[in-house]
T-cell receptor, first 111, second 114 residues
Framework: SQELEQSPQSLIVQEGKNLTINCTSSKTLYGLYWYKQKYGEGLIFLMMLQKGGEEKSHEKITAKLDEKKQQSSLHITASQPSHAGIYLC???????????FGQGTRLTINP | DVKVTQSSRYLVKRTGEKVFLECVQDMDHENMFWYRQDPGLGLRLIYFSYDVKMKEKGDIPEGYSVSREKKERFSLILESASTNQTSMYLCASCGSGARADTQYFGPGTRLTVL
């Protein structure tokens, strides 16, 4: 089983709609990273969260880490075609920056 | 900007061949990582290195080895490629201590073993 579970695994939304991707762990997260990947390419760093209750935003993307530091959500407002891709959450396993990743969420934006 | 480059974007090899995947970073990062990415499984850590000539096994090291002779270069070696090693391979690097932030990823190498 995955240490990090992402849901949904796949998401299709109409352009302009809002959406949320979740990342859940059974263990306390010491650092939670969100990345975006365009098909067949490397990962692009979006945001990092460390403190319980922390929330960060960049343009139309907001990420939150819950108080217990076991769940994070990524919310996109007024989605655009440029938001399409695979979103991955990664968690710090303490020490040497070793990250464990969720299985990814494939986001498709329909015009 | 941090740049992590990988030697090939696409590679096709035959079963039993020895395969070298090269990764170079230009940010003087101490830590370097090799992952493979498969549908439904996300990224899984194969090996990582926290210094020149230092290496540690990740979650799935079987069938792989690595080499780090210079700080900027981290190589992944498939001694005898097998079809179950067909995958997307991603290299990453990051700083340590006060310079530790996110991992920076290369563009990936899609390896097909026939």
């Amino acid at each position: 089983s995955q240490e990090l579970e992402q849901s949904p695994q796949s998401l299709i939304v109409q352009e302009g709609k809002n959406l949320t991707i979740n990342c859940t762990s059974s263990k306390t997260l010491y650092g939670l990273y969100w990345y975006k990947q365009k098909y067949g390419e490397g990962l692009i760093f979006l945001m990092m969260l460390q403190k319980g209750g922390e929330e960060k935003s960049h343009e139309k993307i907001t990420a939150k880490l819950d108080e217990k530091k076991q769940q994070s959500s990524l919310h996109i407002t007024a989605s655009q075609p440029s938001h399409a891709g695979i979103y991955l959450c990664g968690a710090d396993r303490r020490g040497a920056q070793k990250l464990v990743f969720g299985q990814g969420t494939r986001l498709t934006i329909n015009p | 900007d941090v740049k992590v480059t990988q030697s090939s974007r696409y590679l096709v090899k035959r079963t039993g061949e020895k395969v070298f995947l090269e990764c170079v970073q230009d940010m003087d990062h101490e830590n370097m990582f090799w992952y493979r990415q498969d549908p439904g499984l996300g990224l899984r850590l194969i090996y990582f290195s926290y210094d020149v000539k230092m290496k540690e096994k990740g979650d799935i090291p079987e069938g792989y080895s690595v080499s780090r002779e210079k700080k900027e270069r981290f190589s992944l070696i498939l001694e005898s490629a097998s079809t179950n090693q067909t995958s997307m391979y991603l290299c990453a690097s990051c700083g340590s201590g006060a310079r530790a932030d996110t991992q920076y990823f290369g563009p990936g190498t899609r390896l097909t073993v026939l």
